[in-house]
């Protein structure tokens, strides 16, 4: 049975946690690397790591159980990690990852656009802010190590400001983009004869090209991060982009797909890294979750409560799970429909950031959220 006090809080429970004596006025070099990748789209928390133990869970998700099957069981088998995060899945066993649940960035409302801006730069209002919080972390690094890098077409909104970006886009010209598929999806689904077609199609693709091409890029892509991230005068601080995480259909075989792509890139990061990866944090978030129901198109609606990942070689507090669960009967959800955010993403940030690079929290997390008066970071 889910035992609440086995897990930490968000909010009320900070006070409890320990807080280092030691602090700095200024960062020292430490030689770390801090990777964060962006799922946009807005992943489904609750079928990434599914609450398997709360009483409600079965009933609003049964058409997802069965992809559940095979994935391991943690936080005293309350949870379910999906079965496609199987490099991810030993990493927490190796107390290498850790979760935490039910979190949201200060964003409450349902628009992709300004619940990424909001996450990127830390702001409690959309496009409020002009600059990102990774370029506020690159401007607070010593000069030996402020060199960041984003792994995209354009630079990302989390790393624009003043600090010196570089960017680095790997060549997708022959991939359509998850949007256009959507978008092509809706429109033939207005006519049975060309649906069928399309379905055909799609599914075609999927199990053939479509699913070798997406385990090369993924590789590539995990090694190219860690290549770029492994010399001396390599970047210490990176972002990479994720998209194809918006799901309002046919969820249960895009998500495996999705996963086992993560799962993959992370995989050859930590390959390609070697030794380094013990100096090393990735963090992976969204804009917001999903609705706790599955729609009639067999996909889930934006939501609020999501799921945040920080994974490392030496990652303080690894292999366990944070949540302060609230629950998903129907008196528990925000709204009537979705997961109610326990914990903020900015203070997991900022908490976790401390922690890798040696500052102390408090000192921390005003220059990377100065926007943020009513939070504390989470000592991690």
Known sequence: MFDRRRFLTGAAGIAAMAIPKISFAAPAPTNRRFIFLIQRGA?????????????????????????????????GSFFTLHPAL????????????????????????????????????????????????????????????????????????????????????????????????MRISSLYAQDPQLATLWKSALETEELTDGIRQ???????????????????????????????????GAQVGRMNR???????????????????????????ATEFGRTVAVNGTQGT??????????????????????????????????DGRDLRPTMATEAIIAGALATHFGLDPGWLLPRLYPDQKSIKPLIV
Do not use: C
């Open 258 to 284: 999705q996963l086992k792509t993560l799962d993959l890139m992370i995989g050859a990061l930590v390959n390609g890294l070697g030794p380094i990866w013990a100096d090393t944090m990735l963090l992976v």
């Open 86 to 181: 199987q490099r991810v899945g030993a990493l927490y066993a190796a107390k290498q990852a850790r979760f935490f649940h039910a979190t949201a960035s200060a964003y409450r409302d349902r628009s992709h656009f300004d619940g990424q801006n909001i996450l990127e730069t830390g702001a409690t209002r959309p496009f409020a802010e002009k600059s990102g919080w990774m370029n506020r972390l690159v401007g607070q690094l010593p000069d030996s190590e402020a060199r960041g890098m984003a792994l995209a077409s354009a630079l990302p909104m989390a790393m624009r400001g003043p600090a010196q970006i570089a960017t680095y886009a790997p060549s997708d010209q022959n991939a359509p983009s998850d949007d256009l598929m």
């Open 214 to 248: 997406n385990k090369r890029d993924a590789t590539a892509l995990g090694t190219l991060a860690a290549q770029l991230l492994l010399p001396d005068d390599g970047a210490r601080v990176m972002m990479i982009e994720s998209n194809g995480w918006d799901m309002h």
């Open 301 to 334: 609606d934006h939501g609020t409560g999501g799921l945040t990942m920080l994974l490392g070689g030496q990652l303080a507090g690894g292999g366990r799970i944070d949540a302060d669960w609230p629950g998903l009967n129907m008196a528990a959800l925000l």
């Open 43 to 75: 992943a489904d928390g609750l079928h990434i790591l599914a609450p398997t133990g709360d009483p409600a869970f079965a009933a609003v998700r049964s058409s997802f159980m069965a992809s559940l099957e095979g994935g391991a069981p943690l936080g």
